[in-house]
C-alpha cells in the first residue's frame, strides 16, 4: 500500500439510515489491521458550535440560518479533517454526515482536491418504515440533542427532522454529474451494494467488509479449549490434549450453551489442533476447523515454559514486554502477524449469525480486542480465562458482554505486563 494513500470516505443519507454505525465499524475494522483512521462525525460540531438543543426547524433547507450553521459545522469538520491528513499522517478519515446534496457532496470534493485526498462515498439507503423507527428508538432518543426530552416529542422532532431532510436529499446519481465520483450504496443494510470507480487496496477492502455487514441480533461466543496438558505444564504451544479437569469442561459446555441460546442454531469453529477440536466434541452443532484459527506460533520457543524461555532468550523474554503486540518470536509470529491472518476469520464472523469459536489464548485475544475495540498496547494482555465462555452481543455502537464461568478449576495462563522500575535518568 502506498503509504501516501489518504482516503476520505464521505458518508451519504438521510438521518437514522446507519451512517454512523457503519463509520464507526469501518474504523474499527481498519484501526485493528493498523491502518491509521480516524472519523469525522459533523454532528459533534454542529452540538460545539450551536449548542446541542436545535429542534427540527434547524434543519429546514428553507432556513437560511440554520443553513449557514450547518455548513459552517462541516467546513470546520472538513478543516480538521485535512489537518489530521497532513499532520499526523492519516491515511483513512471517516466524514460522517448526511452529506445529501450535491452542492455539499461537489464542495467536499473540491476541498479534498486541493490536499490530495481521495474521495469515496458511502450511501446508505434504507425504505424499511420499521427499521428507521427501530434506530430511532435505539439510539437517537438518547443523543445529546435529546437530553432530558420527552421521548415521545423527541421521536416526533427527530421524524420531523428526517421529513426537512426529504426534502433536499439527492442520491449519489451518475447521471447528475456523478458519474466520476468514487462510491458505494448501501441498499436496505447491504441487501444490494452498487458500486462505482472503486480503486486500490484499501477501497476495496472496505467496500468487501461493507457488503458482509449486518444487523440481525446474534451472539457470538468465545471459549478457550478445555485446561490441555501443556497448561498444566505451564508450556505454552504445542499440540497436547485435554488435562482431566479439561475433558470435564468439555462435557459440561454444551449445558452452559444450550441454557444461553435455546434451540437456536449455532455453528462452532475450532482450529486444527486437538485441544480445541477435543474441546468441542460434545457439542450437537454443525462445525468448522480454521487453521487460521491456531494458536499464535511461539517459533524457537514453541513448548517452553515462560521460566526456560527467561533463562534461554532473556533478551527476546524483555523485549517482547516491551512492546508485546509487535514482538515476533523467532522463527515465529507477532499477535499483529496474527491479526492479519485472522481478517478473513473477522470478515467471515461479521457475515455470520450465533457463532461458537473455540480457540486459544492468542487468538481470541485480537478477536475479542477487534470487536472491544482494544488498543494494540491492552489487546496481548486481556485476560481471557480457561474454563470460561465470552458472550458478545453487538449492540448499535458496541457489544454487550456477559462472562459464564464454569465452576471446574484450571491453570492461570494470565501473564501480566511486568512492572518495570520507573526510568529516573531524566
Ligand atoms: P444521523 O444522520 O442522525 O446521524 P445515522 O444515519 O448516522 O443518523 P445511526 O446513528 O448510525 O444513523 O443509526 C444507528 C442504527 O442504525 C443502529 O441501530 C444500527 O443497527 C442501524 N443500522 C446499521 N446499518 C444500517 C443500514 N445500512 N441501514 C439502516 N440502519 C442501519
Ligand atoms: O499458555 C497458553 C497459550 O495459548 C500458549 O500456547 C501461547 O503461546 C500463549 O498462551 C499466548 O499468550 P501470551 O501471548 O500471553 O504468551
Redesign the pocket.
Known amino acids: 500500500m502506498n503509504s501516501n494513500t489518504r482516503i476520505a470516505c464521505v458518508m451519504v443519507g438521510l438521518p437514522a439510515r446507519g451512517k454512523t454505525y457503519i463509520a464507526q465499524k469501518v474504523c474499527r475494522y481498519l484501526q485493528w489491521l493498523s491502518v491509521s483512521t480516524k472519523v469525522f462525525n459533523v454532528g459533534n460540531y454542529r452540538r460545539k458550535l450551536h449548542g446541542a438543543h436545535q429542534m427540527h426547524s434547524f434543519f429546514d433547507p428553507h432556513n437560511t440560518e440554520g443553513e449557514i450553521a450547518r455548513k459552517e459545522a462541516a467546513l470546520e469538520a472538513l478543516k480538521d479533517m485535512i489537518k489530521w491528513f497532513l499532520e499526523e499522517d492519516g491515511t483513512v478519515a471517516i466524514f460522517d454526515a448526511t452529506n445529501s446534496t450535491r452542492e455539499r457532496r461537489c464542495m467536499i470534493i473540491d476541498y479534498c482536491k486541493k490536499y490530495d485526498v481521495q474521495v469515496m462515498f458511502i450511501e446508505s439507503i434504507c425504505q424499511d418504515e420499521s427499521l428507521i423507527l427501530q434506530n430511532i428508538m435505539d439510539v437517537k432518543l438518547s443523543s445529546p440533542d435529546y437530553k432530558d426530552m420527552d421521548p415521545e416529542k423527541a421521536a416526533e422532532d427527530f421524524r420531523a427532522r428526517i421529513s426537512h431532510y426529504e426534502e433536499a436529499y439527492e442520491t449519489l446519481n451518475e447521471m447528475k454529474n456523478e458519474s466520476d465520483y468514487t462510491y458505494a450504496k448501501l441498499i436496505n443494510v447491504g441487501s444490494q451494494v452498487m458500486i462505482n470507480m472503486i480503486q486500490g487496496y484499501l477501497q476495496s477492502r472496505i467496500v468487501y467488509y461493507l457488503m458482509n455487514l449486518h444487523i440481525l441480533p446474534r451472539n457470538i461466543f468465545f471459549s478457550?479449549h478445555g485446561e490441555s496438558v501443556?497448561?498444566l505444564e505451564g508450556?505454552?504451544?504445542?499440540d497436547s490434549k485435554l488435562s482431566p479437569r479439561g475433558r470435564k469442561y468439555a462435557l459440561a459446555l454444551p449445558e452452559l450453551i444450550k441454557a444461553n441460546l435455546g434451540d437456536q442454531p449455532l455453528t462452532v469453529w475450532t482450529s486444527t489442533l486437538k485441544r480445541t477440536i477435543e474441546t468441542a466434541k460434545h457439542l450437537q452443532y454443525p462445525k468448522l476447523q480454521w487453521k487460521a484459527l491456531d494458536?499464535?506460533d511461539?517459533g524457537v520457543c514453541d513448548g517452553m515454559t515462560?521460566e526456560e524461555i527467561e533463562a534461554k532468550y532473556p533478551e527476546d523474554y524483555f523485549n517482547r514486554d516491551e512492546d508485546?503486540f509487535n514482538y515476533r518470536y523467532r522463527g515465529g509470529e507477532s499477535?499483529r502477524d496474527v491479526v492479519y491472518r485472522l481478517e478473513p476469520v473477522i470478515m467471515e464472523l461479521e457475515r455470520q449469525q450465533n457463532i461458537l469459536i473455540i480457540g486459544?489464548?492468542?487468538i481470541l485475544?485480537c478477536i475479542y480486542g477487534y470487536f472491544q475495540k482494544l488498543s494494540q498496547d491492552d489487546l496481548?494482555?486481556v485476560k481471557i480465562p480457561l474454563h470460561t465462555v465470552i458472550k458478545l452481543t453487538p449492540k448499535a455502537y458496541t457489544c454487550q458482554e456477559e462472562r459464564y464461568k464454569i465452576d471446574i478449576d484450571a491453570v492461570d495462563?494470565?501473564?501480566p505486563k511486568p512492572k518495570r522500575p520507573t526510568d529516573v535518568s531524566n
Open positions: 478457550r501443556y497448561n508450556k505454552i504451544g504445542g494458536e499464535l511461539a515462560y508485546k499477535y486459544h489464548q492468542a485475544r496481548p494482555y495462563t494470565h501473564r
